[in-house]
């Protein structure tokens, strides 16, 4: 009787969340939200391990500095060309066909693995050039440890490029679990590699555990593709006129993801120069506002951008309005009060959370403040996600590009001002002003674009 009614509420759930477009975008948002709830939950267990074991020690800033560079590398390549790719991908899969668009994946994965390994080149050789720039105010041994370990972290930027790029390709194809629940091998692997190696490797045995956890993250997409029935054989064929759009795309969309993402650099190389552990503190800072900003937008980022295209694609215009406004208005509604729940208690928050071992009553004090500050960007970082995957979707890279610039100009003023007035707290703050304003640039900008449209 139990497993009858279990049966009839599915059925009951998929005609439900298959009536209409946004229905169907709830659906897939709900799934994204489930599988990385696991993933974050398991990341938070590796964020407390890590509190407990490093605390705001020299060694947790070091590989926070460290970690950075690969992941904005990651960030940068392959993201950028992720959300190039999924609009034309979908595009040439309904009018050309599987083995086209699969034609398509092949030319994109070799192009994106030379990037890669250019990229990765380029990181290892400058490090002695730009990491004393990142972390202005480490010692020389800082420095040297931070180095030793960008060489440990460095093939995260392979297995972690080709796992981002192979998960796209997944939710292209409206398959939305399994990429989301796979990035839990990262924070699962590097907490065992702590408890095993922490004691007497440190941070090295952290590095290690994050980068064997890239490589089953990118093992198991690789497997989900394949049993999808996709392609992953690498062929080149030239920049026929699909490569050619893509890449079309992807010149602006580099520039803007460039200059978007160098604001969370800004943050922690100007952060390096204010008092020890003020990298650390800023990191964990952002850790629980994590939580809810990436259930969110991953959630609703990875589950809408193919139904947009999909209206684009369509000239749906109508549909496309109608999404946007109701998606819009429920990101305020519930983001809002969390919004409102983590400032009021963020400092008893974070004592529960991070203050045992090494983590010091003193270290939860300013962490709490820079957890409160950086709250405030929730509900228009999520929304100005929603904003930015629409403009993707509508191929007006551009626009996106334009916002990174301003959002970068805005940081790096805001940071200087309000770090002389609050110390790393003040970063905080200025990243939650920056998400408002960008908001209302992007906002503005897709108004004035839909105004072309009929």
């Not at 709830?26 to 599988?35: D, I, P, R």
């Not at 995260?156 to 398959?175: E, Q």
């Not at 369509?314 to 496309?320: D, I, L, M, N, Q």
């Not at 003193?362 to 929730?378: C, E, R």
Request: aromatic letters at 10%.
């Amino acid at each position: 009787m139990v497993n009858l009614n279990l049966r009839d509420l599915q059925i009951a759930y998929r005609r439900w969340v298959t009536a209409s477009v946004n229905r169907r975008i709830f659906g897939a948002a709900a799934t994204v939200a489930l599988m990385t709830a696991l993933v974050r939950v398991m990341s938070m267990g590796k964020e407390l391990l890590v509190a407990w074991r490093f605390g705001t020690s020299d060694a947790l800033d070091a590989f926070l500095v460290a970690y950075l560079v690969p992941s904005f590398t990651v960030s940068i390549v392959v993201g950028s060309f992720n959300a190039a790719l999924i609009p034309i991908y979908i595009k040439v899969k309904n009018t050309d066909g599987v083995l086209a668009a699969e034609k398509l994946l092949g030319g994109v994965m070799v192009w994106s693995l030379g990037l890669l390994a250019i990229a990765t080149a380029i990181i290892l050789v400058g490090a002695p050039v730009y990491l004393p720039v990142l972390a202005g105010g480490f010692t020389a041994e800082k420095l040297q440890l931070a180095r030793e370990l960008l060489y440990v972290l460095s093939p995260v930027i392979a297995f972690s490029g080709v796992a981002t790029l192979w998960g796209a390709v997944l939710n292209a194809d409206k398959r939305f679990a399994l990429p989301a629940l796979f990035p839990i091998a990262t924070p699962l692997l590097a907490m065992v590699a702590v408890i095993l190696g922490g004691r007497l490797w440190g941070a090295f045995a952290l590095a290690a555990g994050v980068v064997c956890g890239q490589i089953v993250e990118a093992l198991l997409m690789g497997l989900a593709l394949r049993w999808q029935g996709i392609s992953l054989r690498l062929a080149w064929h030239g920049f026929d006129p699909n490569l050619r759009q893509v890449i079309g795309l992807y010149v602006p969309m580099i520039a803007g993801a460039l200059l978007m993402s160098s604001t969370q650099i800004v943050d922690q190389a100007m952060a390096a120069t204010l008092a020890p552990g003020s990298v650390a503190a800023l990191n964990y800072g952002n850790k629980v506002i994590l939580l809810p900003v990436s259930l969110a937008v991953t959630a609703l980022g990875t589950a809408v951008i193919p139904y947009f295209s999909d209206m684009v694609a369509r000239e749906e215009w109508a549909g496309v309005r109608h999404t946007l406004s109701r998606y819009l208005g429920l990101i305020f509604v519930t983001t809002i009060p969390v919004t409102l729940l983590l400032f009021a208690v963020s400092g008893p928050l974070v004592r529960l959370l991070f203050q045992r071992g090494a983590f010091t009553a003193q270290d939860a004090a300013v962490v709490a403040n820079v957890q409160a500050l950086s709250s405030l960007q929730i509900p228009f970082f999520v929304a100005g996600i929603l904003v930015v995957r629409l403009i993707s979707s509508m191929r007006a890279n551009y626009i996106l590009m334009w916002s990174a610039a301003i959002n970068v100009v805005v940081n790096v003023a805001l940071n200087y001002l309000f770090m002389i007035w609050m110390g790393v707290a003040g970063i905080a703050l200025s990243t939650s002003c920056m998400y408002v304003l960008s908001f209302l640039f992007l906002f503005y900008a897709w108004r004035r674009l839909s105004k072309r449209r009929p």
